[in-house]
Antibody, heavy 115, light 112 residues
Framework: EVQLVESGGGLVQPGGSLRLSCAASGFTFSSYEMNWVRQAPGKGLEWVSYISSSGSTIYYADSVKGRFTISRDNAKNSLYLQMNSLRAEDTAVYYC????????WGQGTLVTVSS | QSVLTQPPSVSAAPGQKVTISCSGSSSNIGNNYVSWYQQLPGTAPKLLIYDNNKRPSGIPDRFSGSKSGTSATLGITGLQTGDEADYYCGTWDSSLSAGRYVFGTGTKVTVL
């Protein structure tokens, strides 16, 4: 069974940093592209970042470019999102998602940016 | 600021059919496969349709997808109360120098 389990969310002040992790199991992690997708409270889905299976290709949404860094450790079956210079508008549930096509999602971890 | 446009809401009685449109452009829907996701209240999204019209294992054939040009459509027949959810389309977009994945604005389905 494919499982994606996010962790690392929490309350952080504006300008602060946070590192999200996603533990993958039930599939050959190193063979799959991965993404981070977020959803602000009461809002729609927003794609944040993509990383290829080897980690050689990375894309970011304009809204996070220069502040967020996606990475992966295929030996540990893990995906990461380093978030720096956080803003109030980054408050959202962050999902780890396999693909494209995005076929599996984690349960999400809530990031709240507030003073 | 989603680049894929969906109607905010659709509704129908139990047993009826609804369709949800997803309008894009040549840089996304026109040249890439479309997926559809269902998000029940308080839960993570779930894949309903991929590659325009394919259903993952376990998704009933009441759900169908199609694509024509720069638009895609999700159909739900035999509507059930358990289908009340938000639905999103999604696809890859290659309009910029780097790729990005884009989602639709989302459609709330209400069973009357």
């Amino acid at each position: 069974e494919v499982q994606l389990v996010e962790s690392g969310g929490g309350l952080v002040q504006p300008g602060g940093s946070l590192r999200l992790s996603c533990a993958a199991s039930g599939f050959t992690f190193s063979s799959y592209e991965m993404n981070w997708v977020r959803q602000a409270p009461g809002k729609g889905l927003e794609w944040v970042s993509y990383i290829s299976s080897s980690g050689s290709t990375i894309y970011y949404a304009d809204s996070v470019k220069g502040r967020f860094t996606i990475s992966r450790d295929n030996a540990k079956n893990s995906l990461y999102l380093q978030m720096n210079s956080l803003r109030a508008e980054d408050t959202a549930v962050y999902y780890c998602a396999r693909g494209p096509p995005i076929d599996y999602w984690g349960q999400g971890t809530l990031v709240t940016v507030s003073s | 600021q989603s680049v894929l446009t969906q109607p905010p809401s659709v509704s129908a009685a139990p047993g009826q059919k609804v369709t949800i449109s997803c309008s894009g452009s040549s840089s996304n829907i026109g040249n890439n496969y479309v997926s559809w996701y269902q998000q029940l209240p308080g839960t993570a999204p779930k894949l309903l349709i991929y590659d325009n019209n394919k259903r993952p294992s376990g998704i009933p054939d009441r759900f169908s997808g199609s694509k024509s040009g720069t638009s895609a459509t999700l159909g739900i027949t035999g509507l059930q109360t358990g289908d009340e959810a938000d639905y999103y389309c999604g696809t890859w977009d290659s309009s910029l120098s780097a790729g990005r994945y884009v989602f639709g604005t989302g459609t709330k389905v209400t069973v009357l």
